[in-house]
């Protein structure tokens, strides 16, 4: 599976933005699509994760209420529907496949890394 993130920008504190994942190849029901971010100087923090079959969804407690994730049951591509946008939230967001089920907070077992989108968040 490779993935394709996109949909990054420049906004305003309080706006809204909505970042897609693009998968190629099949999806197998045991994956997750999880979400990931990495601002400057500090280390790659989870997002969020959408579970294929069942689609659960799990996020960080800096995110919860505030961003939403989902997928296109017609396709393979993830959305995560960020709103209420703070400075804080400005990092590159990247979106990547667990092939197993783990713990779907751990990068380390996720894969197929996707090259991430710049968001922006001004004061």
């Known amino acids: 599976v490779q993935l394709q993130a996109c949909g990054g920008g420049l906004v305003q504190a309080g706006d809204s933005l909505r970042l897609s994942c693009a998968a190629s190849?099949?999806?197998?029901?045991?994956?997750?699509i999880g979400w990931f971010r990495q601002a400057p100087g500090k280390e790659r923090e989870f997002v969020g994760a959408?579970?294929?079959?069942?689609?659960?969804?799990y996020y960080a407690d800096s995110v919860k209420g505030r961003f939403t994730i989902s997928r296109d049951n017609a396709g393979n591509t993830v959305y995560l529907q960020m709103n209420s946008l703070k400075p804080e939230d400005t990092a590159i967001y990247y979106c990547?496949?667990?092939?197993?089920?783990?713990?779907?907070?751990?990068?380390?077992?996720?894969?197929?890394w996707g090259q991430g989108t710049q968001v922006t968040v001004s004061s």
């Open positions: 990547a496949v667990q092939y197993y089920v783990g713990i779907v907070s751990n990068a380390a077992t996720y894969g197929s």
């Open positions: 190849g099949r999806i197998f029901s045991s994956y997750t």
């Open positions: 959408i579970r294929w079959s069942g689609s659960n969804t």
